[in-house]
């Protein structure tokens, strides 16, 4: 990748250390309280660092001088289905033309049937991101995110030998 940013693979603290964009403040409150990620409501981000093992599944896009712009990466629920998520810097959308094609590299040569992932209400920027990286709206829920936040559920659904 050219530019000032490189991809590399995603470690627990880098949660810790990024500026969050003001529409997810909440995620850097939680990684920072005396129980730490484990207050974020759904676990997700919790499951990602459990899971994560070294990278497999998740990265993080790094700025020249050091600052982390950005992790994500896809939590596997089964054999066939997995939530992504992303946590970014407020310095993301400076650099997002360098780190945005990695991110659709890294989802679409993810092989599971079913891939989700979830969009606060009225997070414009959001749904316009994830519906670039190929995601289709599927629902909205009520009350599901932090603070009983209304989200929207996202999906790719891949063809497989099974249907």
Not at 112 to 120: F, K, S, V
Not at 129 to 152: C, H, N, R, S, W
Request: hydrophobic letters at 35%.
């Amino acid at each position: 990748m050219t530019g000032p940013v490189k991809i590399r693979e995603f470690r627990p603290e880098d949660l810790i250390l990024i500026e969050s964009q003001d529409e997810q403040d909440y995620l850097h409150t939680a990684f920072n309280t005396p129980h730490g990620i484990y207050e974020y409501g759904t676990g997700l981000l919790a499951r990602a660092v459990l899971l994560s093992d070294g990278g497999q599944c998740a990265w993080t896009a790094l700025h020249d001088d050091g600052r982390v712009l950005g992790t994500g990466g896809v939590v596997y629920f089964t054999s066939h289905s997995g939530e992504a998520w992303l946590h970014l810097s407020k310095d993301f959308p400076k650099y997002a033309r360098h780190i945005i094609p990695k991110i659709k590299e890294q989802v679409d040569a993810i092989y599971l049937p079913r891939i989700q992932a979830l969009t606060d209400v009225g997070f414009d920027r959001a749904e316009r991101f994830i519906k670039y990286l190929g995601f289709q709206y599927e629902a909205t829920l009520e009350k599901y995110g932090p603070d009983q936040v209304d989200q929207k559920m996202w999906k790719i659904i891949k063809e497989t030998k099974y249907g």
